[in-house]
């Protein structure tokens, strides 16, 4: 957890930039996991949160799938995680799309400063749009899943958290992510208010939520490695091409 000071210049003009860029490779090279606290710092975080609470308000949010409360084993189903996908250039998303282009840059900043210039290898040249995700509570999870099992083009998974006040033993809400090759270690992650977290997308991080007995936001940014991406656009149509973004003259 790397506390970073920060104000409102823009990211890559950030004193810090480049020591966050540096422990985003160096966590992602040894552990394929990396957790940065105050990414935004308590101002910003908070406008962000405003914009998603402001969002689930107007009951935009998809509603969440059904899921059978196999905690309590009835056959009383609860409504899981409710998302909207957002590009962040609407009118009442401007913070979410700072954040947005915050993440696109010390992704792609850590992209071209590793010393082989790119970050685990990969030539990122887009993302997807933010999925903005909540979970109501009331036991509401998701199961254990990896997020790009079949190279589908998506490389790193970054999700910012935005949970105030969250105890972990009472709100529950755990992400746990069995890392592949760690045998029985997992890493749990609190998704705490002002928290990014990164992930390798592929089937080295497996991950689950549980259960939540508190409302949940969170926002995911899934970035794409240009190869993949095209051998999959060969293979099968990439389902909802609509929430996909592709960088400007990505190198
Ligand atoms: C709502 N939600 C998710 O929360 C996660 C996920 O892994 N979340 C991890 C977390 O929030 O810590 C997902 O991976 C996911 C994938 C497709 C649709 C919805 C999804
Ligand atoms: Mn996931």
New binding site residues.
Partial sequence: NHSVVSTDVPMSKRSDYVDLCRNIIRDMDLYGVCVLDNFLGYERGMSVLNEVMNLYSMGVFKD?ELVRNKASNNLKTIR????IWVDGRENSCKHIGQLISDVDSVVMGSNQMNDNGKLGNYTINGRTKA?V???PGHGSH?VK?V?NPNKDGRCI?A?Y?LNKDWDIKENG???RIFPEGWSDQVAD?E?LFDRI?FFWSDRRNP???QPAFKT?Y?I?LWYFDGNEKEEAGKKFHVASQSNICCFENAT
Wanted: charged share 20%; with cysteine.
């Fill in positions: 969440g899981g995680d409710e998302i999925m995700a909540c979970y998701y899943h997020d998974t999700i958290y809400g755990l992400l992650i998704p977290l991950h689950e939520v949940r969170a995911t």
